[in-house]
Structure formats: structure tokens, C-alpha cells
């Protein structure tokens, strides 16, 4: 038998919300049904491997505080597979399906990308492994092209066509490996796609590339037997001054310009979502409505920094707010990744659980929430009846486009003046989600 990483920890059970233990869920009850459906269904829950398995605690003004060496030297494949080891014993206590990677979050990146590719392979049939007689899957791969200095004027965008080639080898490999692990799901973040200034850049033939390389990449899957969706995860700022994935929408419009769009969805960050202004109910939204709502990076940010601070999803308003747009959607074909990280006194490895069951409880909340308030039905019938106008007579020509401008002209000429357009009711609407939140 493996020796027990996480020792101490059991398999977290559900034991309700009058519960006082810190390693219980008080709201996720993996088999309870809602809307038909059973919570796991609901709410395919990832391990970032990232923050869960990698991150330790650093800050630019501070080392690491978290010891993630897992008994072993970091930096050696011995501790990729220590970080395996411990990931599937994580998901297996938390009850987590999925997982989500960056190459390099897997393995030590090599300085020749064919050792790096050698050892992606090595770890990829050891977690194949692991896999088997769990129900643990992939959810997305991903390639990390950012961290490397050669891309500091992006991947697809870079300046440098051998940057560029370099782009292409790190996707074809992360492709491979997703596909090899079932994968639902391939992700493409910006990373430094963007700019700092424009006196040194070419916008539109940066575009261009990444679109090129985006391309390239759907040909490949398609080609290796890749059936699931890509994705772009926007992002506004960071670590680029302005990034070309600023939003839902621009992503959208930009996808839809270089004919990606029949491969692609979006994978939708709470944190980036705020970071561009928006709520993050606003960006799965815009989403949903174009049908391009594909999978979520559960998080969120604090409204008091500006950063992406990557927090433990905590703020249930918004999770139930989120769910409602994911249950009108009708389920995401991705999944939930916690692209979440502990803060950094938060070190040891009872707080890492402590994180998950507060993410997971959080969504479970928001979906209990979510469907009530789908239940209770009045903000929907509200909004029925706040277009009303536009189902009989003048207005149900505009929607039908049966009308010219010099009808409607004519029409506003003959009423002479137009009745105030009715009360949007915003604080009655909000006191209703009050009442079915704390009923
Ligand atoms: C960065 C971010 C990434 C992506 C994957 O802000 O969210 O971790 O999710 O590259
Ligand atoms: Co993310």
C-alpha cells in the first residue's frame, strides 16, 4: 500500500449544515437531486494542479510558505510523481472527479523541449495509472506560455517566429497529453497575449497569428481524435498592460472573426470577469447567450485590490448567482476548475482541504439557491412581462422586422408622446433573491 500523504485526513463526508466539523461539507451532498439531476452532475468539480499541487505561498515579496515537496527533491521527476501521488489522493478524500493542468505543472520544464516532452510522456502514463478504477478524469490541458522567458512578447503573438514554433510544440504535446487523458476540454488562457505599448506592436497581425496558431491547434486535435471543446479563458489585464482576450465579448467577436468559432467556447473566470468590470454573472451571461458558455475557473477576487488574487470561491451571492446562469443554460460541457489558491498564511495541508470544502460548499449553496429562486419563478415571470409591449401590435412587428423607421416614425407621431417605460422594480427583484436566499 502507497503510504498516506495527507495523513490524519479522512474521506470528507457530508454531514449537513448543522455540522461543527472542519472537515465535513456542510452543503455538498454529492448524490442529492436537484432539477432532476444529482449534484456531482451539476457540479464537475477540477483540481487545479497549479495552485493545489505547485504553488507553496510565494508573493513578490515573499518566499514560499508552504511545503509542497511532498517528502521529495523538488525539481526531480521522483517529485512530479510524489505530486501525483498526492493529487489523487486529494481528489479521491474530496470526492473530485477532475483535474486541470499546464504542461509544465506536471513535470520540470527541460532546457530542450524534447527532454521536456520525454518526461511529459513519463508522467502522463503514470498518471494514466493512477486513473485506473478511479472515475477521475481530465477536465483540461493546457500549455504554460508565459512562464518561460522566451515568450515575454507572447506565443502566438510574439514577434519571433521560432517563439513561434516553440508555441506550436508546447500545444501539439499538451494536446497529446490531454487526449491521452480523456480530457474534456483544451484551454487556451492569453497568457502574455497582449502588449505593453503600441509603438512597438502590430495588433492586427499579432491577432492574426494567435488566430493562426488557434487554427493549427483544432487541425491537430481533430486530427489525434480530440472531440472536445477549446476554449479562451479571457482576461483583461495581467501580466500584459492590456490583453487581447479582454472579455466574454471581445473573445466572442474575436473567435467568431477568424472562423474559430464552431471549436471554440469560453472558460469563464470569476476573477477575470471583475478585473474587466464586469460581474462574473455578466460575462456567463454574454456567454450563455451566444452559446459559447463551455467551462468555469472557479474563484474569486477581493473589490478592494485590483489583482487577480485567485481566492476560495466564499461569496455565495455570487456562486448562486452564477449557478442560475448555468442551470438556464442548461449544464456546462466543462466543468468547475478551482483555479483557486490558500493564502499565504494559510500553509499547511488541513488548510488546502479547509479551501476545498469552502469552494465546494460554496457551489453546492449556489446551486440549492440557484434553483430556488428558478423555482419560485417571479423574477423570470418579471422579466416575461417586462417586454410585454413587444409581443402584440407595433411591437411584435419590430421583432418580426415586418416594420420600416417611417411606420415607427408615424406611430410615435400619432401617440405623441410615449407612457414612462414602467418600473424596472430592482429593489423589490433583489429583496425577493433576499428572501429565498436566507428562507
Ligand atoms: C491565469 C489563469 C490561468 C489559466 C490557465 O490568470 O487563470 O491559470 O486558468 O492558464
Ligand atoms: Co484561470
Redesign the pocket.
Known sequence: MMKEIFEGIPVIPYEGPASKNALAFKFYDSDRVIMGKKMSEHLPFAMAW?HNLCAAGTDMFGRDTADKSFGLEKGTMEHAKAKVDAGFEFMKKLGIRYFCF?DVDLVPEADDIKETNRRLDEISDYILEKMQGTDIKCLWG?A?MFSNPRFMNGAGSTNSADVFCFAAAQVKKALDITVKLGGRGY?F?G?REGYETLLNTDVKFEQENIAKLMHLAVDYGRSIGFTGDFYI?P?PK?PMKHQYDFDAATAIGFLRQYGLDKDFKLNI?AN?ATLAGHTFQHDLRISAINGMLGSI?ANQGDMLLGW?TDEFPFNVYDATMCMYEVLKAGGLTGGFNF?SKTRRPSYTMEDMFHAYILGMDTFALGLIKAAALIEDSRLDKFVEDRYASYRSGIGAKIRSGETTLAELAAYAEKLGAPELPGSGRQEYLESIVNQVMFN
Open positions: 497549479w499546464h493546457t504554460n484551454v488562457w497568457g479563458e482576461k495581467e473566470e477575470h475557473d487577480d483555479d
